[in-house]
């Protein structure tokens, strides 16, 4: 039998859709390279991070061979990519690299042994405890090969000292959230998302339902619950609210 798809479905359809596009997902990459995911499935979004505030140079000569690593704040793998067009010296013998968004990490060894730069790199990134960071490792040999052992220590050592006195700064995700409301709430409603700092307010009438509409908006993730809690409070009835 033909299932009948009403308004309140489609709508709800609509809004889910809607939220989950919200939150930018990383690109898959173009370019040959090294990719490990994590199990955990959750990612920074769902909370606060710490990051760098700037870019950050460190430069080492280890037999010979100079070493340059350089970090930066990066957002997602697009951030990523041009960082790594901006700092990189087409001259030097390997530019070598790793960069870590949530739970979204790649590195590249660019003509070292496999799991000798790239690898190193990103450990030393996870170690730091950063998030949405990448680290470039510049190499010009100097003539005397490093080994396996050594090119990994190489790496690693400098992108971890590279980071170690790296100015920081904690940064609060936000959460995409929406309800629905009638119209003469709106008045109580925009009163507690402005006391609690909301962005990205947007109204959308098409609810398929008379009288209402629905405010989307983002929060801090340390915020949401005592906002849902203050909306409900200072509202007469019941509210549907929505979270990705």
């Known amino acids: 039998m033909p299932v009948a ?5 489609r709508y709800c359809h609509k809004l889910n859709h809607r939220l989950s596009a919200s939150i930018s997902a990383l690109s898959t990459a ?3 390279m090294v990719t490990t995911a994590s199990s955990s499935g959750t990612t920074s979004n769902a909370g606060a991070f710490t990051t760098i505030k700037e870019t950050v140079t460190f430069e080492k000569e280890i037999k010979k061979s100079k070493f340059i690593a350089i970090a930066g704040p990066i957002s997602n793998e697009q951030s990523a990519h041009s960082f790594l ?3 990189k010296d087409p001259r030097a013998t390997h530019n070598c690299w790793a960069y870590k968004v949530g739970d979204q990490y790649r590195s590249n060894d660019d003509g070292e042994p496999s799991g000798t730069a790239g690898k190193p790199i990103h450990s030393a990134i996870v170690s730091s405890g950063f998030d949405r960071i990448m680290v470039v490792v510049i190499r010009y040999f100097g003539g005397i090969k490093l080994g396996t052992g050594g090119l990994v220590r ?3 050592g400098v992108a971890s000292e590279c980071l170690r ?5 904690l940064v609060k995700s936000k959460v995409p959230m929406g309800v ?5 709430l709106l008045g109580v409603l925009y009163h507690q998302l402005q006391s609690f700092k909301a962005e990205d307010i947007k109204q959308d009438y098409d609810t398929g339902k008379d009288g209402t509409t629905m405010v989307s908006f983002k929060v801090e993730f340390d915020r949401a619950e005592k906002l849902e809690e203050a909306i409900k ?3 007469s009835r019941e509210l549907e609210f929505y979270k990705h």
């Open 233 to 235: 409070a200072n509202c």
């Open 180 to 184: 629905e409301v009638p119209f003469d």
């Open 85 to 87: 067009n901006q700092v």
């Open 154 to 156: 190489a790496y690693g």
């Open 30 to 32: 173009k370019k040959p």
């Open 165 to 169: 006195n790296a100015p920081t700064c």
């Open 5 to 9: 798809i009403t308004p309140g479905y």
